[in-house]
């Protein structure tokens, strides 16, 4: 049975937010900036929040792998992990996500960072450990 995970990332305050909530149409829903005078807890919708959901895959270093995450395996130029077609997968260097991630290709690779943090990891340089 795979891990449900999923986390966010917060364009307003640039951090990744792992508090949230996820509607039943899989919208974002966080508390608001401002407070209401009612009883009760509010949440609302929050398009400053990316929803990136948890592969159910590890790197080599036992690190999540999620969507938005880039991956390196020392050699080859780093790659995004995306969600396409219903399957994990990571972009090539036209941006075309052609490789199913698995476990065996994840084991062996490392989480480098992630598209909104350090995105220059994906500018054709080598990827280092």
Not at 92 to 108: G, M, T, V
Request: proline share 5%; hydrophobic share 35%.
């Amino acid at each position: 049975m795979r891990e449900l995970k999923f986390r966010a990332w917060d364009s307003k305050e640039k951090w990744m937010d792992f508090e949230f909530y996820i509607s039943s149409e899989g919208e974002a829903l966080d508390y608001p900036l401002i407070t209401y005078d009612t009883p009760n807890t509010e949440i609302e919708p929050a398009s400053h929040l990316t929803v990136m959901q948890f592969t159910g895959l590890k790197d080599k270093n036992g690190l999540d792998i999620y969507e938005g995450d880039i991956l390196g395996d020392g050699e080859a130029v780093a790659r995004e992990v995306v969600f396409e077609d219903g399957a994990f997968r990571l972009n090539d260097n036209d941006n075309h996500a052609n490789q199913l991630i698995s476990p065996f290709p994840a084991s062996k690779m490392l989480v480098l960072g992630n598209i909104h943090e350090s995105p220059d990891l994906l500018r054709g340089d080598k990827c280092s450990q």
